[in-house]
């Protein structure tokens, strides 16, 4: 059973976020592994070992041949990454990412499985993992917080307003997992050093069969037409807990008619 | 061309429509001529009544068996764009919504704008609004190229509003065979009871993060609260990606955006992701140790004080009232 995942390398988000002069993303700091894609890779991981075997492929979009993200998540266990990087790439909107993943998912090769989180920490559009399912001509079960595989078919426990559903396609098929569903690993000294080697498929867009015009700004056919700044909010009453402080949220209650 | 035809892609809580559904007909009724949905569920005749009062003269309706709905809506969608051509269709930020969405984008080779919090017609330019950096920043994004746009809206981004329209009449639509996106079937529907209001419609959301501590203290702290002001207990995303509660429950950017008359935060330090999803309560109580946290930045109470002494208090004297 060959399991890919999608990583993605976002600028780390204890860093403020801003934007450069075309509006993007300001992408120029060093990505680190998105924490929401952890839960993929070790789902992949906890699949691949149940199944017997086969090899957990990272699959990653990244400017600048960014690699620190993936050796985290090579670190954790996966076997190789395929990294698609190029200028043409600069603002990509969703479906163009689509694209490209999916032909990167393509290049790896024999893959079963194509593991996602719901949605990135930095863009969450939340529509990758359907529009790459939609590309590859699989099914797609979205939203999973418990994944089985057996007998050639993924079932999960898709979350819902109410509740969960329990969903169930034959492979190759995309799942989208929702974060906190299992505990990602952290890397074993000898996971850090073993990842240092392990292969990592550098390519640009040409080499995925793909034209400049279908990514980046052209592939986005959008236009941004004005950022500005939101009108904030005031701080409003502060108080040092006496152990009374609780009578003034009781009064604040009261106010509101609350209670 | 103007922006004359919009469609809404209508979603159910039950046997009626979701509130999401009508607050994208409300603001669809001031920017369209023709205002239409496309359901994909099996009880279209229950939701024409009100789908109509919102403003939808029509409804077309299509039922996916046990299908997951949203590959068999983008399959039907595609058809039904190709025959009515409308120039724009407005799917709520929800998960069988996101579904259908994506595949379609790539049915069309249409881009798809998201987390759209406004919507603003320009002459033949459909304009999204998004807030981004915890919501400190607006940006507004134009489709170019032909329509239909493709948007999808979180909900709670405008009021749902009746109008005076009559039932919207309903076409039903023949399933279409979505090849092997139509294969993910629904084997079972589990639905947990729950007491009190739903997340996003409750008037007091109660939320934890980190600074409770740990998974167990969730249920005296933050539900117990909840309950006791008929509110929703909602959590930060650190408590969702620790395991602590569903993903169901995260308020915020990779979650729900809740805008209730009263928001308390409970060991939430207010990171940027946070904020995005409750800055626009009415009114924000936060309870917090640190007293530089983010989250007194924007509240309205501020109680820098420890939620494990301060809150088993708030809950003794909201019981002996």
């Keep these: ?259 | 061309m103007a922006i004359s035809k919009i469609w809404v892609f209508a979603e159910a809580d039950g046997d009626t429509p979701a509130t999401s559904t009508l607050e994208l007909l409300s603001k669809a009724r001031e920017l369209a001529d023709t205002l239409e949905a496309v359901y994909v569920g099996a009880n279209a005749d229950a939701l024409a009544g009100t789908l109509g009062e919102y403003g939808a003269t029509t409804v077309y309706a299509i039922d996916p068996g046990d299908a997951l709905p949203g590959p068999i809506g983008a399959a039907a969608l595609e058809a039904l764009i190709g025959e009515h051509s409308p120039d724009a269709l407005l799917v709520a930020q929800s998960y069988d919504g996101r579904d259908a969405l994506a595949r379609l984008s790539v049915k069309l080779d249409r881009p798809v704008l998201t987390n759209g919090v406004g919507l603003r017609v320009d002459g033949d330019k459909l304009i999204v609004g998004t807030a981004i950096f915890g919501g400190n920043t607006l940006v507004d994004t134009e489709f170019e190229g032909e329509a239909p746009f493709l948007a999808a809206i979180r909900p709670k981004s405008f009021p749902a509003e009746p109008g005076s329209g009559s039932a919207a009449s309903v076409v039903a639509v023949p399933t279409p065979d979505a090849g092997r996106a139509g294969e993910a079937k629904v084997l079972e529907r589990h639905v947990e009871e729950r007491e009190g209001p739903k997340l996003e419609e409750a008037a007091v959301v109660v939320s934890g993060g980190r600074g409770i501590g740990s998974a167990e203290a969730y249920g005296p702290l933050v539900d117990e609260l909840a309950k006791l002001l008929q509110g929703a207990s909602g959590a930060s995303r650190a408590i969702v990606d620790a395991g602590w509660v569903p993903y169901s429950k995260q308020v915020g950017q990779t979650g729900k955006v809740v805008k209730p008359k009263l928001y308390i935060a409970l060991g939430i330090s207010g990171a940027t992701q946070h904020m995005v999803g409750m800055k626009g309560s009415d009114n924000i109580i936060a309870v917090n140790k640190d007293a530089e946290a983010p989250i007194f930045g924007i509240a309205d109470l501020g109680v820098v004080g420890d939620v494990h002494k301060v809150v088993p208090a708030l809950i003794e004297a909201l019981k002996a009232k």
């Design chain 1, 1 to 259: 059973m060959n399991i890919a995942v999608c990583v993605k390398q976002i600028p780390d988000p204890a860093v403020p976020g801003k934007l450069d002069a075309d509006h993007t993303l300001d992408r120029s700091g060093e990505p680190i592994l998105d924490d929401s894609d952890a839960y993929g890779v070790e789902m992949a991981l906890q699949l691949a070992d149940k199944s017997g075997g086969g090899e957990v492929i990272l699959i990653s979009m990244a400017p600048g041949g960014a690699v620190k993200g993936l050796r985290t998540a090579l670190a954790m266990g996966a076997a190789r990454a395929v990294l698609v990087s190029d200028d043409a790439l600069a603002g990509s909107d969703s479906l163009s990412t689509a694209k490209v993943i999916a032909k990167a998912v393509e290049r790896a090769g024999g893959v079963d499985l194509l593991v996602t989180a719901t949605e990135s920490s930095d863009g969450y559009t939340g529509t990758i993992p359907a529009q790459v399912a939609e590309l590859l001509g699989w099914p797609s079960l979205t939203f999973a917080k418990h994944v089985e595989l057996g007998d050639g078919k993924v079932t999960i426990q898709r979350q819902t307003e109410n509740g969960y559903d329990v969903v169930e396609a034959s492979l190759p098929a995309v799942v989208s997992v929702t974060a906190g569903v299992v505990e990602p690993r952290y890397p074993s000294f000898k996971g850090i050093m073993a990842a240092k080697n392990k292969p990592v498929d550098a390519v640009t867009v040409a080499d995925l069969g793909l034209g400049n015009d279908q990514v980046g700004w052209t592939g986005a056919r959008q236009q941004i037409t004005s950022v500005g700044a939101a009108p904030e909010r005031q701080a409003g009453e502060k108080v040092e807990d006496d152990g009374e402080a609780y009578q003034r949220i009781v009064q604040y209650l009261e106010q509101l008619k609350v209670v």
